[in-house]
């Protein structure tokens, strides 16, 4: 496994059987387009991709501008994907117990039913679905903290959306003693739990899954696909050109 430096981010390029086994401790953080944008904008955010030992290519359309870079990326790796491949390959593992952290009232646990029914045990340990504003609330995440403690968890999955779920990690992971992983996963706990379908085979093969997305949430997501993420292109074309700079540098000069 290597890394790949795009708009000053460290991708691991691995291919993702290779990562399952190699998979033990740190914080897993797939990054997409939209992601990669907003990692221009935040300090705190971009910090925290930094930080993060294992951050992964979720996004063919970065996996694309891998190429065009002249820098390929071994493999695109969803976290959409990966999480449930992750529970399966470490159905026979003890150690793995997992906490799903995220999504509306009762859509974890509906998750954590369909998880512990295809993996043939209680692999997930318990589940939590947080108020909207809880990552700026600290006696909510401080209650969310021991809950996981209690739990006996040794992996920490968080879905709550970027930034907001890489940052709270980030803030709390030297808080929970037993977990070992962290993996910061969007939208899989719906995805799990059958409340939303991820695009078919087709459309994530031509780098079109947002399209796909797109379509099913229009008014939700028109605005981050059709307008905040244009910006990226033009990234990419400035490091193709030589002359990309980390924008906190930039600022502290």
């Known amino acids: ?16 059987d290779d990562l399952l086994r190699n998979l033990n401790a740190g914080f897993l953080m797939p990054v997409n387009v939209d992601m990669m944008v907003k990692l221009q904008k935040d300090a705190d955010f971009h910090k925290a991709c930094r930080d ?17 870079l002249g820098r ?14 992750y529970c399966d390959f470490r159905r026979d593992d003890p150690e793995v117990k997992i906490f799903l952290l995220g999504a509306a009232p009762g859509v974890a ?4 039913r369909r998880i512990n029914s295809r993996t043939g045990r209680e692999i997930v340990v318990g589940t939590c679905s947080p ?22 968890a040794t992996v920490l999955a968080v879905g709550v959306g970027a930034p907001k779920q890489e940052k709270w990690i980030m803030r709390h992971r030297t ?3 037993n977990v070992r992983l962290f993996m910061a996963i969007g939208a899989t706990i719906d995805f799990e739990a059958g409340n939303l379908k991820r695009a078919p085979k087709c459309f994530q093969k031509i780098g079109m899954e947002w399209f796909y997305r797109l379509c099913m949430e229009p ?26 700079s980390n924008p906190f540098e930039a600022r502290t000069k």
């Open 1 to 16: 496994m290597t890394e790949i430096q795009i708009l000053n981010v460290r991708f691991l390029s691995a291919r993702v």
């Open 52 to 68: 993060a030992e294992y951050v992964i290519c979720d996004s063919r359309i970065i996996y694309f501008a891998s190429i065009f």
């Open 72 to 85: 390929k990326i071994h493999e695109v790796i969803p976290g959409s994907s990966f999480f449930p491949r």
């Open 109 to 112: 646990d509906a998750a954590a």
């Open 131 to 152: 108020s909207y504003n809880f990552v700026n609330d600290e006696a909510e995440s401080l209650d969310i903290v021991d809950r996981i403690n209690r739990s006996g």
């Open 175 to 177: 808080m929970l003693k």
């Open 219 to 244: 008014r939700r997501l028109w605005k981050r696909y059709l307008i905040d993420d244009i910006p990226f292109f033009f990234l990419i074309l400035k490091q193709r050109l030589g002359i990309y």
